[in-house]
């Protein structure tokens, strides 16, 4: 799997974007999740997506993971990645 | 309308394969919860769980019941036995005709499935066993306890998720009350800690990966369980005048739906089912003294239970004490409000309010009046246990000492 930066920043906004129903260019890294309109089922959701994507397993324990912004979700995914692909 | 009485309890859980193991548990705050052995954790992030342990129904199941039940009928099928034997019940043949089984599942034959799913997706192989729908079906708890004990009355299964169980109980009080059933079986079993299941709960992300903590800050969230809770109910009359031990009255139940959101849980449509069953059951809120909570232990539950309670109970939330057994049993999902039913019904007996396990500090959004640990004697003229389940389907019983 790609972990060229800019494409896994691509893909995050283009999930997110997915959910929300809205244009990726209304999306920028440093938008709070929350602040994109989302709900708790919308969250499940797109970790569900980013985890099919990227095939990673994002910790079930809430606090193990900072997911505030969107910068947060793609440099989340990107240790993931690495983490599998360092196993 | 007949008053109903509990007179015999079934049971098999993580805490153990009787109603007195899983009460006895319950009461000394000891926790069913360990590693899951079914199914090879290494594959899953859920590592935790309530299994029922050394479960082995060969010798007590018949080989045709053996060949033709999966796991959660089994649970069912023992579970009312033992029941039976419990209430000292002989069913005559005017008794077998008028005794109903009303039995809650989430799921029904969950391990089959998985199984099946796994024969002919997995190993691509053509054909399934022949018992695979009998196996399957949610109904086959209900069916399989009419057959094992003879009844000719009305039965069936019910399903509302994690209300399952309250919802199946409370249909049961109906039909005694009315004299539709002169007598009933009732509660719920559940078996579904399955690879499969395990994934699709934990993409739900609202589970605990270390033990579950209902209403303590540090709450990680649900742990799974699985087993059956069975009760004999009859007459209040038919009991006293048989001599039957008699547990609790089975007094009111309560439904409400949240109308709301599919996993978040409404305060006011649980505290609207509060409010019902202490009307049904014809009790001011002053008479309960003790709350078995629905208490899952996940972020949002447990302070929107609390908030209900205070909403249902205005001015004495903090003051009746409320504890989850879900501590130590798990969350047996449609067996859940049967688990928690025959410990609500000991409770009413013994005078004991069980403690909610593994309890480190209380959540200050969940303020109530909490049982950390240690079960407590309190007078209990009656007590509530609640269920809440996903899609907003609300259920509760209300139990009250008999003296």
Redesign the interface.
């Known amino acids: 799997m790609s972990t060229d930066p800019k494409a896994v920043e691509e893909k995050v906004i283009d999930i997110v974007a997915n959910q929300r129903r809205v244009d990726p260019s209304t999306l920028s890294l440093d938008m709070k999740l929350e602040d994109t309109g989302i ?3 919308d ?2 959701e797109i ?2 997506a980013i985890e099919d994507e990227f095939d990673i ?1 994002v ?4 606090d193990a993971m900072k997911l505030e912004t969107l910068q947060d979700v793609v440099d989340g995914v990107q240790r993931l990645i690495a983490e599998k692909n360092a196993a | 309308m007949h008053r109903v009485a509990i007179t015999g309890l079934g049971c098999i859980s993580a805490l153990g394969h009787s109603a007195a193991e899983h009460w006895q548990a319950a009461r000394d705050g000891r926790s069913g919860i360990g590693g899951i052995t079914h199914v090879a954790s290494e594959l899953l992030q859920i590592k935790v769980a309530a299994e029922v342990r050394g479960f082995d129904p060969a010798g007590k199941l018949s080989d045709a019941q053996l060949i033709s039940t999966d796991r959660y009928t089994q649970f069912a099928i023992l579970a009312a036995r033992d029941a039976v034997a419990d209430a000292g019940l002989a069913f005559s043949d005017a008794l077998a005709e008028e005794t109903a089984a009303i039995i809650g599942t989430g799921i029904g034959g969950a391990v089959t499935i998985d199984e099946n799913a796994d024969r002919v997706y997995g190993q691509k192989r053509p054909r399934m066993h022949p018992m695979s729908i009998p196996k399957t079906m949610p109904s086959a708890a209900a069916s399989y306890i009419t057959m094992d004990l003879g009844l000719h009355g009305p039965a069936f299964g019910v399903t509302s998720a994690c209300s399952s169980a309250n919802h199946a109980i409370g249909e049961a009080l109906w039909m005694v009350r009315t004299g539709r059933a002169r007598a009933a079986i009732t509660g719920g079993s559940e078996s579904c800690l399955t690879y499969g299941s395990l994934l699709a709960w934990q993409a739900l992300r609202v589970m605990a990966t270390d033990t579950c903590r209902p209403f303590c800050v540090d709450r990680k969230g649900m742990v799974l369980g699985e087993g059956a809770g069975i009760l004999v109910l009859e007459r209040l009359d038919d009991a006293k005048a048989r001599g039957a031990r008699i547990y609790a009255e089975l007094a009111g139940t309560g439904l409400s739906s949240d109308a709301g959101s599919l996993t978040d849980p409404s305060s006011e449509g649980a505290a609207l089912a509060m409010r019902r069953a202490l009307k049904d059951a014809g009790l001011a809120a002053d008479a309960i003294g003790y709350i078995n909570a629905h208490g899952t232990g996940t972020g949002q539950n447990d302070p929107a239970e609390a908030r209900a309670i205070h909403l249902a109970f205005a001015g004495r939330g903090r003051e009746i004490p409320v504890s989850s057994t879900k501590s130590m049993h798990g969350h047996s999902l449609g067996a859940a409000g049967a688990l928690e039913s025959v410990i609500t019904a000991r409770a009413v007996a013994e005078q004991v309010a069980p403690p909610t396990a593994n309890f480190t500090t209380a959540d200050p959004e969940c303020d109530l009046r909490h049982v950390p640990n240690e079960a407590i004697e309190i007078p209990i003229e009656a007590a509530l246990s609640n269920s809440f389940a996903f899609g907003g389907l609300n259920s509760v019983l209300v139990m009250r000492r008999v003296s």
């Open positions: 709900e708790s089922i969250l499940v970790i569900f397993d910790p079930q324990d809430r």
